[in-house]
């Protein structure tokens, strides 16, 4: 038999086992959605009229620490695309190793940052036998899964968006033949913006674009650098990002099925990113720095056709419509809505503070000098990943207290575990006031997720990362705790004494409250009145929340839910009430539309 003929780009239209194939594509992150609607999510996209599945692969996920690897349950990929192609749906793999996604540091691993030389996405070696060794784990648990071995996948993206960071001419190079010389034998792409079209493409690899509106001559560009080729839009951008304490942006249903629209009319394949944008559950949100440090939000339903917890949007039913008028065959019928439920308000019942759960910290390290997150002996020597650290020293006199911008990248100020004030990027001093004894300084300080684009990759480390001073003078004799909070921790914290609601309490603290649940089912988790911290269901890190929006409520899926008693635990830095209350829809606050001045700043 003659070996199945896969994607080409050989003319100015693809072609799949020699006919002549256009590509209708969506994203969906399988690392953002719980993997007991994985089935769903793909249902729901086939419906609308798409034929291909893309996703990224998160490499912060599946080598938490230098040589452990997960690929299952949640991590588990070859189910995930195995379950595309059961469904009738094509793949496109985007693997890296950079995937930008709007995830801490663009799902590359903070270890690497252990490193003072780091030079990231280059051929500096400290990085390329990290990928080697990576990709040794992932790349042969999909190559069986490619079409030519019968499989759903069609295609491999080369690294991601090079040509917006550009730092080396032999990266992408290097990158092109990692995947080669692992057995991906299907066809190369690379996706990038307008201006990074320029450089960052590779030969062998065909080239696609990335953008939202029609206005910078986007496509045209590509056709020039690259005649005579298949055009498509890697990234058709159905709506954008939320950053804390920004509106939430929305893009106008109608504009984006115009846009397609007239991208269909002319022949062009597209993927729209995101089809369904999920959760970055837990820590995992990212943050974006062109000049101002903004991190984004636990929610990521980007505006986009399916909204964060699976549903059907106007947005949905217009492209389904449009992309009815494309297919040769009959759509599928959309499968039913999933029901959610606003449970009743739970009452927190007993909390304890931050400063007696320190003994649960797995890490306890001192040193002269502060120590940033991910040099500290902690998890097995990889570092803090996510998270806070608080820090510790003894003071003798007051003054002003200078961060020097050493502080990554938001910390609570306590004198003898009294807040006193707040650093951040935008605050770099707080007064403390005058004494001659002794008293003991803290600063909690919050990771509040790696920035995923752009220059400043190298430079993401967290927590303290230089000398703080008090009247210009460096604090020295540091006693450094790893918050990372991970389930062990949590867990840990129930064996301990926690004090009934009714006292005053301590802040930061952990709240716990007790949701009894008869049949799982989606909600939303509200927290109003209460400021900022992280919410934790049956020992599982649901995400941030943070009164300054636009994020009002925590998507909280069924499969997170047990019949019988749940428990909830909210750690909270400043001001909780008594109450943990639920909505069956996601709330924002203020909402935006997508401006063309943002898309300035990226092309």
Not at 518 to 536: E, R
Request: hydrophobic share 35%; net charge negative.
């Amino acid at each position: 038999m003659s070996e199945r003929q896969g994607l080409r780009a050989d003319s100015t239209h693809f072609t799949l086992d020699g006919a002549p194939f256009r590509i209708l594509g969506g994203s969906i992150h399988y690392f953002r959605v719980p993997r007991a609607y994985w089935r769903d999510r793909l249902l729901k996209l086939k419906a609308c009229g798409l034929n291909t599945l893309t996703t990224y692969v998160p490499w912060n996920l599946h080598e938490p620490e230098r040589g452990v690897y997960l690929f299952q349950e949640e991590l588990d990929l070859e189910a995930y695309i195995r379950l595309a192609g059961e469904l009738g749906l094509w793949v496109i793999l985007r693997p890296g190793p950079y995937i930008c996604a709007e995830w801490d540091l663009g799902g590359l691993p903070s270890w690497l940052l252990q490193d003072k030389k780091m030079k990231l996405r280059t051929t500096y070696s400290g990085f390329t036998s990290a990928v080697n060794s990576y990709f040794d784990k992932l790349i042969p648990r999909v190559t069986p899964l490619q079409y030519k071995n019968g499989g759903p996948i069609i295609a491999v993206q080369v690294e991601n968006e090079y040509g917006s960071y550009a730092k080396d001419e032999q990266y992408m190079s290097f990158i092109k033949e990692v995947l080669l010389s692992r057995g991906i034998s299907e066809l190369l792409l690379t996706s990038d913006n307008h201006d990074g079209l320029k450089c960052g493409g590779v030969d062998g690899a065909l080239q696609t674009v990335n953008l939202q509106k029609l206005t910078f001559g986007d496509v045209q560009h590509l056709a020039e650098l690259q005649p005579q080729k298949p055009l498509m839009v890697m990234e058709y951008w159905s709506g954008w990002f939320d950053v804390w304490g920004e509106p939430h942006h929305v893009f106008s249903a109608p504009e984006m099925i115009s846009i397609v629209r007239e991208l269909l009319d002319r022949g062009i394949s597209i993927n729209f990113y995101m089809f369904h944008g999920g959760t970055s559950f837990g820590f995992m949100n990212g943050a974006f720095d062109l000049g101002t440090y903004k991190p984004q939000t636990s929610s990521y339903d980007y505006d986009a056709p399916l909204t964060e917890s699976g549903d059907y949007t106007t947005k949905y039913h217009l492209l389904r419509n449009l992309l009815s008028t494309y297919s040769n065959e009959p759509i599928s019928e959309p499968p039913a809505v999933q029901s959610r439920r606003a449970y009743e308000p739970l009452a927190v019942t007993h909390y304890i503070s931050l400063w007696e759960s320190l003994h649960c910290a797995e890490t306890l390290f001192r040193a002269d000098d502060p120590v940033n997150m991910e040099s500290l002996p902690a998890n097995h020597n990889n570092g803090q990943s996510y998270g806070y650290t608080l820090y510790q020293t003894d003071i003798y006199s007051g003054g002003d207290l200078n961060s020097r911008n050493h502080v990554r990248d938001r910390a609570l100020v306590f004198i003898d575990r009294e807040l006193i004030g707040v650093l951040d990027n935008r605050t770099q001093k707080v007064k403390i006031p005058h004494s001659k004894s002794e008293r003991t300084l803290s600063l909690l300080v919050e990771n509040c997720g790696r920035v995923n684009y752009g220059p400043a990759l190298d430079n993401q480390q967290k927590g303290l990362v230089g000398d703080i001073t008090l009247d210009n003078v460096p604090l020295k004799k540091f006693t450094m705790h790893c918050l990372d909070m991970k389930t062990s921790f949590i867990n840990r914290l129930q064996s301990q004494k926690w004090t009934s609601v009714g006292t005053k309490p301590t802040y930061p603290a952990f709240f716990r409250g007790s949701l009894v649940v008869d049949q799982p089912t989606d909600t939303f988790l509200k927290l109003p009145n209460w400021s900022k911290g992280v919410v934790f269901v049956n020992g599982q890190n649901l995400g941030r929340h943070w009164s300054v929006g636009p994020q009002k409520a925590l998507y909280l899926p069924g499969p997170w839910l047990r019949s019988g008693d749940n428990e909830i635990v909210v750690f909270e830095e400043l001001k909780a009430v008594e109450t943990i209350h639920f909505a069956e829809n996601l709330e924002y606050g203020k909402t935006v539309e997508v401006s063309t001045q943002l898309f300035c700043t990226l092309i």
